[in-house]
């Protein structure tokens, strides 16, 4: 079987492939965010070690577009290519998927009555590539990948106690994944942030930490708010938080957590960073 090994949740900003492009990692506006993942990459190599991805994002435009926005999506394909989608960051190389694992996934959620879409062509965008530049700065991608996206882009969103329940079902399918692999999933988005309308430039540290928080030791506390209140609180573009709970969701009761950064902001986003490892369940020693 395979072996879920952690979880990785992280912003998603495109300035991130600018600032990467043209070397601008060591500058004091990007310093504190990049050296962010210098552990992250050390706990990769080290000790997660995985062998396939399942990298839960949303789509910002360039797969999925306003006239056909499905609210959850598979990718099954034997490769990824990603794709100008206007921000000027140079293109990164293909990812190759991992099928089995894909129709594992879509067969498991599907029987779990999550109606899915499944992409058997699918490009991916800066939401999916970025992270992934973040934690392979090479892009000699030593994993095989497997999307998920989540719509937060056109409204109606599905609601956080939704994908907390989408992030349960990934777990399970990946614990009953006949194959001997190391699987490590990767939320991207968040934390606040608003890029349009009156509040354009919103950042709502106190919620985007006491989210944080939650994670490690409250799992569905953000289960509580509608996708309003979540919009409320985190802002528009926010609620892309919703990738940080289900992938927090994959991971079962009880995590540990391995590091965490905050800084604010990259670009309008407050970026966020935290790596979660499961915690096999307790066999109780002295059982009630
Ligand atoms: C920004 C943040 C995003 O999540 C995104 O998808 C695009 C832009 C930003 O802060 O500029
Ligand atoms: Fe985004």
């Known amino acids: 079987m395979a072996t879920l090994v952690g979880g990785i949740t992280t912003s998603h900003v495109p300035a991130i492939g600018r600032a990467i492009a043209q070397g601008l990692q060591d500058e004091p506006y990007w310093k504190p965010f990049f050296d962010g993942f210098v552990p992250v990459r050390r706990w990769l190599h080290d000790t997660a070690r995985p062998d396939v991805v399942v990298v839960i994002y949303n789509d910002h435009g360039l797969n999925f577009f306003l006239d056909k926005m499905p609210t959850f999506a598979v990718g099954a394909a034997p490769e990824y290519l990603n794709a100008d989608e206007g921000w ?4 990164v190389p293909a990812f190759r998927g991992e099928q089995d694992l894909s129709w594992h996934l879509i067969e ?7 109606d899915l879409t499944t992409c058997q062509e699918m490009v991916v965008d800066h939401a999916f590539t970025l992270p992934m530049a973040l934690l392979w700065p090479d892009q000699a991608w030593p994993v095989r990948v497997v999307p998920v996206c989540i719509n937060t882009v056109q409204l109606p969103l599905p609601s956080a106690r939704r994908c ?3 992030g349960e079902a990934i777990g399970r399918a990946v614990r009953a994944w006949r194959a001997d692999q190391r699987v490590l999933v990767l939320g991207t ?3 606040s942030h608003q890029l349009d309308g009156p509040r354009a430039g919103f950042i709502n540290k106190a919620f985007d930490l006491r989210f944080m928080d939650s994670l490690v030791t ?3 506390w953000a289960t509580q708010y509608s996708t309003h209140e979540l919009v409320e609180h985190a802002g528009t573009q926010g609620v892309e938080l919703l990738m940080w709970l289900a992938t927090r969701a994959a991971l079962g009761e009880q995590v540990r957590e391995v590091h965490r950064n905050y ?6 986003t407050a970026s966020g960073l935290m790596v979660l490892e499961p915690v096999a369940a307790q066999t109780a020693l002295h059982p009630a």
């Open 164 to 166: 907390h329940a989408l």
């Open 189 to 191: 988005g968040g934390l």
């Open 88 to 91: 000027g960051i140079p293109q």
């Open 108 to 114: 498991s959620l599907v029987a779990d009555e999550f």
């Open 263 to 268: 800084h604010i902001p990259i670009s309008n």
């Open 218 to 220: 409250e799992p569905r």
